[in-house]
């Protein structure tokens, strides 16, 4: 069974950076997906970005584009978030997910099999 296991979380200010990842154990051999999501206290969990397999395809939400970069290294079985210019709003658990299936957006939980525990990310103002 598949673990995913972020890290890279933390306290930044407001315009910061922060770097996340996620990385997998367990895997069975095959092509997987891979997704952030967040979710703030009180609110539902909402997408962030996915980035299929092999990297070609990047999806993004709108409220960070520009900000944010996915990206992957399969060798190291690791996927990566860098967030720049963070803003308060940004504080939230962030987790990472993978599915085998492709998708297309709008991306949402249910495209996603496999879940990680979460990392905070706390941005100050």
């Known amino acids: 069974q598949v673990q995913l296991v972020e890290s890279g979380g933390g306290l930044v200010q407001a315009g910061g950076s922060l770097r996340l990842s996620c990385v997998a154990s367990?895997?069975?051999?095959?092509?997987?997906?891979t997704g952030w999501f967040r979710q703030a206290p009180g609110k539902e969990r909402e997408f962030v970005a996915a980035?299929?397999?092999?990297?070609?395809?990047?999806y993004y939400a709108d409220f960070v584009k520009g900000r944010f970069i996915i990206s992957r290294d399969n060798a190291k079985s690791t996927v990566s978030l860098q967030m720049n210019s963070l803003k308060p709003e940004d504080t939230a658990v962030y987790y990472c997910?993978?599915?085998?299936?492709?998708?297309?957006?709008?991306?949402?939980?249910?495209?996603?099999?496999?879940w990680g525990q979460g990392t905070q990310v706390t941005v100050s103002s």
């Open positions: 997910a993978e599915d085998s299936r492709i998708r297309v957006p709008p991306l949402g939980e249910a495209d996603f099999g496999s």
């Open positions: 367990g895997r069975t051999r095959g092509t997987y997906h």
């Open positions: 980035i299929t397999w092999s990297g070609t395809r990047r």
